[in-house]
T-cell receptor
Framework: DAGVIQSPRHEVTEMGQEVTLRCKPI?????LFWYRQTMMRGLELLIY????????DSGMPEDRFSAKMPNASFSTLKIQPSEPRDSAVYFC???????????????FGDGTRLSIL | AQSVSQHNHHVILSEAASLELGCNYS??????LFWYVQYPGQHLQLLLK??????LVKGIKGFEAEFIKSKFSFNLRKPSVQWSDTAEYFC?????????????FGAGTQVVVTP
């Protein structure tokens, strides 16, 4: 089990630039979640997918944020244009949903530490 | 909106001391409950989970948690901590009516264990 794989681990870029974060969920998992972690706001759920379909993106802070899941093994979170207040650790997590309310625990990736200068 | 409260933001204790971290949630229906641990610079790892059945749940690394429905609580305990337990601990709740496994996290408790 390779776990949830995120890339890059660290990203430093100037404000205004486009940032793309990548996530490969655990094979066989059908749910994928993107979180943002900051000291001020803790862990915030941004968006989640089930079977590659976005279910709820109400946590996405602004239109500058977008996420896609083109297939079961890959998702991206994009920020364009980036701003200093977007600096945070972004985590991806995956789990397996087998039926109504039957959700296995989420497994987290190592995160991407994003710094916008 | 539903919420998850972790009462202690920072806890400092010595090795071999007992640890108890409080977690309360505001949702009145069926819930699935989790504790995650985040070691410095690492990702969140699952410590233990409660779905149903015995309200006393045992997890990894000697941790346990007790679900008390009447108090809307799911407190984490460890009888004797080690220096390696220094980490941030997060309580998380999945509402029973949510079929997608969405978690609401508490703000976290930073635990420092001194040698």
């Amino acid at each position: 089990d390779a776990g949830v794989i995120q890339s890059p681990r660290h990203e430093v870029t100037e404000m205004g630039q486009e940032v793309t974060l990548r996530c490969k969920p655990i094979s066989g998992h059908n749910s994928l979640f993107w979180y943002r972690q900051t000291m001020m706001r803790g862990l915030e759920l941004l968006i989640y997918f089930n079977n590659n379909v976005p279910i709820d993106d109400s946590g996405m802070p602004e239109d500058r944020f977008s996420a896609k899941m083109p297939n079961a093994s890959f998702s991206t979170l994009k920020i364009q244009p980036s701003e200093p207040r977007d600096s945070a650790v972004y985590f991806c997590a995956s789990s397996n949903r087998t039926g109504w309310g039957k959700n296995q625990p989420q497994h987290f990736g190592d995160g991407t530490r994003l710094s916008i200068l | 909106a539903q919420s998850v409260s972790q009462h202690n933001h920072h806890v400092i204790l010595s090795e071999a001391a007992s640890l108890e971290l409080g977690c309360n949630y505001s949702y009145g229906g069926t819930v699935n409950l989790f504790w995650y641990v985040q070691y410095p610079g690492q990702h969140l790892q699952l410590l233990l989970k409660y779905f149903s059945g015995d309200p006393l749940v045992k997890g990894i690394k000697g941790f346990e948690a007790e679900f008390i429905k009447s108090k809307f609580s799911f407190n984490l305990r460890k009888p004797s901590v080690q220096w390696s337990d220094t980490a941030e601990y997060f309580c998380a709740v999945n509402e029973g009516t949510d079929s997608w496994g969405k978690l609401q996290f508490g703000a976290g408790t930073q635990v420092v264990v001194t040698p």
